[in-house]
C-alpha cells in the first residue's frame, strides 16, 4: 500500500499529489516536466516535501505533522534510475556487491551476490564492466543491485529511454516477469502510455504537478476522465463541448451534436474520441464529413478530416484503421457509437 500527500514548491513549480495506492505496480504517467521525478524522489528520501505524509505499507516515511523524516538508508527504497548509474570502472559483480547491505557476512554476500545474478540471468557475465553490455544487460545489473538488498519498494524512474524501439520491447517483456515475481510495491514513471499499459495494474496521470486522474489501467483508458489523461492515453480528437440534453453533447468547434447514450454531467468541459471508434457509413451518431488528407503509416491508414459544418481553419480529425480495412473509396460521413465517447470534465 501506498499513500502520499506532498506538498513541494521549487521555485515557480508546485507539487501537490494526493494518491492512495492498494499494492501492485503503479505508474505515474505524464509529460515532462509534470513532477513524476519529483515524486520519486519525494518518496525516496533524495527530496522533503514542504508539508504532508508518506506512508508505504506499514511504514510512515515522512509526516511533517508529526515531523517524521525517515532517512535515506533507512527507508529500504530501490531506486532505478534513467540511465542506471552504474559504476563504469567496476565489473558487474562488484557493481552489484554494492547494493548488499553492510552488515552482511562476506560469505553471506558473495552468495547473495551469485545468487542475484543466476536469479537476473548474468552469470558468465561477472567480470564485464557496464560498456561492454547491451543496453539489457545494464538493465539487469542495476536491478540485481536494488534487489540484492531486498527492498520494500521499488521506482523505476523511465527505465526504457536509454533504449532504442527494439531493444525497449524485449526489456520490457523481461522486466515485466522480473516485477511479477516482486511482492511488493513498485512505482514506474513513464511518458509512454504504451509502457503503463504494459506494465501496470494502476496508473496516475500527473499533470502540472496535480494528479488529473487515478484509476485501474483498463478502467483509465476507457474512461479517462480529464483532458491530461485523455491525451496522455492516446486520444487525437479532443474539443470543448457542452451538455445539450440528458444524454446529449454539442461540440462548437465541429458543429455537431451527439448522443452518447449515456447521462452527461452539468460539468462536462471536453469530449473526446478515439481515432480507431469511427467507423464508416450509416450508424449511431452518423455525420457528413470532408477528408482532408491521407496518411499510409506501415500497418494502417490515418485520415484526417472535418465535419461537414467545421471552418476550413478548424482543427482537423482523426480517422485510424488498419491497411485491410481501408475501402476502396473513403465514406462520405462517419458514425461513432455514443459509448466511445470520452466524457470529459476537467
Excluded at 513513464?190 to 506494465?199: K, M
Excluded at 477528408?291 to 481553419?313: C, L, N, S
Aim: proline share 5%; with cysteine.
Amino acid at each position: 500500500m501506498i499513500e502520499l500527500d506532498i506538498h513541494k514548491r521549487w521555485g515557480s513549480f508546485s507539487l501537490d499529489v494526493q494518491l492512495r495506492h492498494q499494492g501492485g505496480i503503479l505508474g505515474l504517467l505524464g509529460a515532462s516536466g509534470c513532477g513524476k521525478s519529483k515524486t520519486l524522489q519525494c518518496i525516496a528520501g533524495i527530496e522533503r516535501p514542504d508539508a504532508g505524509k508518506i506512508v508505504v505499507g506499514t511504514r510512515t516515511f515522512f509526516d511533517s505533522e508529526r515531523q517524521v523524516n525517515v532517512p535515506v538508508p533507512q527507508r529500504r527504497v530501490g531506486y532505478l534510475f534513467q540511465h542506471y548509474a552504474l559504476f563504469p570502472n567496476m565489473t558487474v559483480e562488484e557493481n552489484i556487491r554494492c547494493g548488499v547491505r553492510t552488515a552482511s557476512p562476506k560469505g553471506e554476500a558473495r552468495q547473495q551476490v551469485r545468487d542475484m545474478m543466476e536469479r537476473l540471468r548474468l552469470t558468465g557475465l561477472e567480470r564485464q564492466k557496464p560498456a561492454e553490455l547491451s543496453g539489457g544487460q545494464q538493465q539487469r545489473v542495476a536491478l540485481a543491485r536494488i534487489l540484492v538488498n531486498e527492498p520494500d519498494i521499488l521506482l523505476l524512474d523511465e527505465p526504457f529511454s536509454a533504449l532504442d524501439s527494439y531493444l525497449k520491447e524485449k526489456v520490457m517483456t523481461e522486466l515485466k516477469d522480473l516485477l511479477q515475481q516482486f511482492p511488493k510495491d513498485v512505482v514506474l514513471v513513464t511518458h509512454s502510455r504504451d509502457e503503463a499499459y504494459q506494465l501496470c495494474q494502476t496508473i496516475a496521470v500527473l499533470d502540472d504537478g496535480c494528479v488529473s486522474a487515478c484509476a485501474p489501467t483498463k478502467e483509465l483508458f476507457a474512461d479517462p476522465k480529464s483532458r491530461a489523461a485523455a491525451v496522455l492515453t492516446g486520444c487525437k480528437n479532443i474539443a470543448a463541448a457542452r451538455k445539450a440534453g440528458a444524454d446529449t453533447v454539442f461540440v462548437p468547434s465541429w458543429q455537431v451534436t451527439l448522443q452518447t447514450g449515456r447521462p452527461v454531467g452539468d460539468d462536462l468541459c471536453a469530449i473526446g474520441i478515439r481515432g480507431h471508434a469511427f467507423h464508416s457509413g450509416d450508424g449511431e451518431n452518423a455525420r457528413p464529413i470532408v477528408v482532408t488528407e491521407e496518411i499510409e503509416q506501415p500497418f494502417e491508414w490515418i485520415v484526417k478530416f472535418r465535419y461537414a459544418g467545421q471552418t476550413a481553419g478548424s482543427q482537423a480529425l482523426w480517422w485510424r484503421f488498419a491497411k485491410p480495412e481501408r475501402p476502396a473509396v473513403l465514406p462520405a460521413q462517419l458514425s461513432v457509437r455514443g459509448e466511445d465517447i470520452l466524457l470529459l470534465y476537467r
